[in-house]
């Protein structure tokens, strides 16, 4: 049959919830990844990285139901709990690694949020990011008023409702980056009760680490040095972000033919434009729909949420043709 479709599945943190020092952060459960690694190997076929290539590069069928598993930031629990069981499985997991986390070990912006929204009260959380705006702004930063800001952020998305957007979207974007910083790590020193240091020497993956999924047939691949909002950035920020995710990434892809996962989704021409130049051959999104292979723009791919498949729902059904 003349299949070009795949299902790309996201997963960010993958580990035993009940038992971590988090639970409230939103993981995937490794006793629900088991399950749905068993739906897949009941009702799927799950596909490597080179096999889209090939589809792309040959014009190479795929396999019916097939799905590609991708796994964002570079999380120690993927490489802990993901891994044996992806091994056990036969399946092979694309890693999307930020340079910055095996390189300096600074903790990224994007986990700074994830961690103060695991450990504060999320009414209490908005009420404080409210007063610090009201405090910082007009000195030194300027950025309009809070129920401006707050009429326009506080939406209901997908998996989260409108007060953690809000958080979300205020200190990942919204607000300038020196006072983003900021805030959030007067925010995690509140709420979380380890340092940021600490917490990023237990996050993320050694390159000892790395190097062991490569060697074990898993796929690597780029997901920004700083993880930024590429696409608002300056065209020479973004060039220079990229440049040097590359470099730190460099024993772990083929400079010639990469893949790149863009960090919160979001891109612009200047980026899609920039990657080619440098040899990126396929590109991740976060929009949400089974990806068409002759149709798609190969740098534009759509991805679907391990929340859309068995066993926590079955929405993947809706995309299904």
Request: charged content about 30%; hydrophobic content about 35%.
């Amino acid at each position: 049959m003349n299949n070009k479709n795949v299902s790309i599945v996201m997963y960010h943190y993958t580990r035993d919830l009940r038992h971590s020092r988090y639970p409230e952060i939103k993981g995937y459960d490794i006793k629900l990844f088991r399950k749905q690694m068993e739906f897949f190997k009941t009702n799927c076929n799950v596909v490597q990285m080179e096999e889209i290539m090939e589809a792309i590069n040959c014009g190479e069928n795929l396999p019916e139901n097939a799905v590609l598993l991708t796994f964002d930031d570079g999380y120690i629990d993927n490489f802990t709990f993901a891994f044996p069981i992806l091994e056990e499985f036969g399946f092979q997991g694309s890693f999307f690694i930020p340079g910055k986390t095996f390189t300096t070990h600074q903790l990224l912006d994007v986990n700074k949020i994830h961690y103060i929204l695991a450990s504060a009260d999320i009414k209490k959380l908005v009420v404080d990011i409210k007063k610090k705006m009201d405090f910082y702004r007009g000195s030194e930063f300027d950025y309009p008023s809070t129920a401006e800001l707050w009429n326009q952020y506080a939406v209901d998305g997908r998996f989260d409702d409108k007060n953690t957007i809000f958080v979300k979207r205020i200190l990942q974007t919204v607000l300038p980056e020196k006072l983003r910083n900021q805030i959030s790590s007067d925010l995690f020193e509140k709420y979380v009760g380890v340092t940021e240091e600490q917490l990023a020497y237990e996050l993320y993956m050694t390159p000892e680490q790395i190097r062991t999924l490569k060697k074990h047939g898993m796929y690597i691949g780029i997901h920004g040095y700083d993880h930024y909002w590429l696409g608002n950035l300056s065209k020479e920020k973004m060039q220079e972000d990229i440049t040097k995710a590359l470099d730190v990434m460099d024993e772990f892809i083929d400079r010639k033919e990469w893949v790149m996962n863009y960090p919160y989704g979001n891109f612009n021409s200047d980026v899609l434009e920039f990657i080619e130049k440098e040899g990126a051959c396929i590109g991740l999104t976060t929009e949400v729909r089974i990806a068409e292979i002759r149709k798609d723009p190969v740098l534009q791919l759509p991805r679907l949420d391990c929340n859309d498949f068995p066993p926590k729902s079955e929405n993947y059904k809706k995309w299904r043709k």
